[in-house]
């Protein structure tokens, strides 16, 4: 995918939230921004980021506070990424135009960054048929000349890809008591805690990364039984450092059947619980406060 001047690369799973987000509504637009950062000639986008919004069928108007709000989380969590763009459906009306107002916000956009895009969905074909072949999706930025429309160019691996988090995603979602724990568990981390949130659908897991910084803390959710892992198993990764055996006792003292293991080949510690057996409750909730902050102290992020 290509502009004038920039090579433009979607991460999969940045790809797949931004349609999943698209095909929420077919009655009216929504949208949300993109996140990403520059690497070399090429403009990748990592991450979206669906905000506080007023809409209809015809129009999409963000937040006022939402774009400063996303900025300040990102300069917070020192990421090196940064809004790159914005994205909005036209439902049922086709990606194949940009409005006078797509335009004037458009251009707000590349006045803060000369190389920002806008994306544009038209989410009824594919959410009708769950067939990635009738996303109706372009890419558009303004030119000396006007708007200049942008087709994305799919590989077939990037198309796989995007196909098997839509697998993993349904076939979670059919256990209706572990998706409503992970949804709850999401929610939590992201409005309680100062948690980034990057959800991968692995062949394996569903992966939450709950607080960025160099890939160090996730949580896992295993779906079938996989490496030496239960069914619906909760995985919280990150290292404890000289903490280990005192989080042992707590886990345990608190009642969680929970082990702590080294993770063969790096210096991970893995806390293990059985997602069947846990609510969202407040003694659950405090213990995960509790590890956030741990975890944060001993990367000096507090």
């Not at 998706?179 to 897991?205: A, T």
């Not at 057996?277 to 213990?287: A, P, Q, R, S």
Request: charged share 25%; aromatic share 12%.
């Amino acid at each position: 995918m290509t502009t004038d001047f920039k090579k433009i690369e979607f991460l999969p799973h940045a790809f797949f939230d931004m349609i999943e987000h698209a095909s929420i509504s077919l009655k009216k637009e929504v949208g949300g921004f993109l996140i990403g950062k520059m690497s070399g000639s090429s403009l990748i986008v990592t991450d979206v980021e669906a905000v506080k919004q007023t809409a209809n069928r015809v129009h999409v108007t963000f937040n006022d506070l939402e774009m400063a709000r996303i900025a300040e989380k990102l300069q917070k969590w020192n990421l090196n990424k940064s809004i790159i763009g914005w994205y909005h459906t036209h439902p049922g009306m086709g990606a194949h135009f940009f409005s006078q107002t797509d335009v004037n916000t458009q251009k707000r956009y590349q006045r803060l960054f000369s190389d920002a895009i806008g994306i544009v969905i038209d989410p009824k074909k594919y959410a009708e048929s769950n067939d990635l072949a009738m996303l109706d999706i372009f890419m558009w930025k303004i030119g000396v000349s006007g708007a200049i429309k942008l087709k994305f160019d799919f590989s077939r691996k990037f198309l796989a890809s995007i196909q098997r988090l839509k697998s993993i995603k349904e076939s979670i979602k059919k256990q209706e008591k572990l998706w409503k724990f992970i949804s709850l568990f999401e929610n939590f981390l992201k409005e309680q805690l100062d948690g980034r949130l990057s959800c991968n659908y692995l062949s394996c897991k569903y992966r939450i990364n709950y607080l960025l910084t160099k890939n160090r803390i996730f949580a896992h959710f295993y779906y079938k039984k996989m490496h030496g892992f239960d069914i619906n198993s909760l995985v919280l990764k990150g290292d404890l450092s000289g903490q280990v055996k005192a989080w042992k006792k707590k886990l345990r003292n608190q009642g969680f059947k929970a082990t702590i293991q080294k993770n063969r080949g790096s210096r991970f510690n893995l806390i293990v619980f059985s997602s069947s057996d846990l609510e969202m409750n407040d003694d659950f909730k405090e213990l995960v406060t509790e590890l956030h902050y741990t975890w944060k102290k001993l990367y000096n992020l507090a």
